[in-house]
């Protein structure tokens, strides 16, 4: 896209005359300039820096270090952790170039940093610090206990962007095996998050604790945890998860995400094929979260809540969501969403409540269940091939009910052009779907998280005659 042109007129004078002053000196006398240094290179032999960890010292904030296709590793103590690379500026760390840096393709000249189970892989710390993260494989990370948190990375107090990366096989004692941030402001973007494990502890594939990170477009997938969050855990942040594709992570608790003291914004997100013993998909511990264009598909809780579980005085608003085919095995409830208080010692916990506007919810022993003193609210549903639609001794408060096929196409939740779910929508104030796309399309909203047109447009060629 090209930028419009501006006309500045005698600005650009008065800065070409400053940019003259500086040069010159204010004596008329030319000064010496530093000419613009080259971004940094790294390779296994042949370059200025083999060490990444070197080369990262040796940069000054603001430059680019370039790391050409290879194997890395040699951790190294520095400020009490032990790692393969320490960043404490802000820095861009970029990999994936071929041999002569005349290309840079991550997938054709994959960059590895590997810590071979001897620490973490990377450390990024120092609050105000913004580096750059991409295209690198970073695996074989390892925090043990006392230091058992972000095997893979781990980023304390900095912001920055982690962005275009492969973090797998990296395994923490406790907390957070491909990821752990804590007060960090980071943009987690297009990341594959692959088979990490925090071994007794949570976030198997990211652990978030504090601050306001971003995790957009990101793929975290068979991650596992012992007990809390098996692909993401969030505690104590303003988070906000867009597009991310969240699939077959485990956990005790909130197989796909747990959120516990948070506020969440949840966009357009597929949590599918995750297990647990609540929550297979999601599980909010007195936390107000609002979703938007969410699918919860093919999860399982083999206790409670196989898609959804709300508990703890959690309160989460669900808008144009569709939860599908989430299974209790064969010892849990088979409820596609769960509302209780406190799940360890029911009757005496905060009270849950659950708001849901424009809600597929098909294919469950139950399609909701809430726990005697909590409630939910249900706008414009569709319930389909649900055993029992509704139980438990809570409130539940039901209008625009809908019965019928969703008609899901192949992927397990996009609609087919006779679904029952078209048109069958309220105004939530939503005017995009989960792709994207245009909401409503033909005048009436969709229920759901996806948004399609009842008919097909076909565009035939235009032909022009001449007379």
Known sequence: MHKPMINLGGVVMVACAAALALLWGLNGEPTAQAAPRAGIQVCPSGCAFSSIQNAVDAATPGE?????????NGVHAQAGITQVVYISKSITLRGGYNDDFSAQNPLSYPTTVDAQGQGRVLVIVGSGISPTIEGLRITGGAAPDPL?????VYVEDAGGIIS???IYSNTADYYGGGLYLSWSAARLINNDILSNTASVGSGGGVELNGGTPIVEGNTIQNNKTEYDGGGVYISGNDVTLRGNTITDNEAGFGGGVYVINSSLTLERNVIGGNTASSGGGLYFWDSESRLVNNVIIDNEGTWRGAGVCVAQGAAPRLIHTTIARNSGGSTGDGSGVTVVDDTSNPGTGDVSSILMTNTILMGHTIGITVASGCTATLEATLWHANVTDRAGAGLIDHTNDHSGDPAFTADGYHLKSDSAALDR???????TDIDGDKRPIEGAYDIGADERSRFRLIYLPLVMRQD
Do not use: F
């Not at 680019?64 to 890395?72: D, H, L, N, R």
């Not at 929508?425 to 005017?431: F, L, M, Q």
């Open 64 to 72: 680019v270090i370039q790391i050409a296709q290879g194997v890395y």
């Open 148 to 152: 058992d948190k972000g095997a893979g």
């Open 164 to 166: 275009g990366n492969l």
């Open 425 to 431: 929508g309220v105004n939530a104030g939503v005017t």
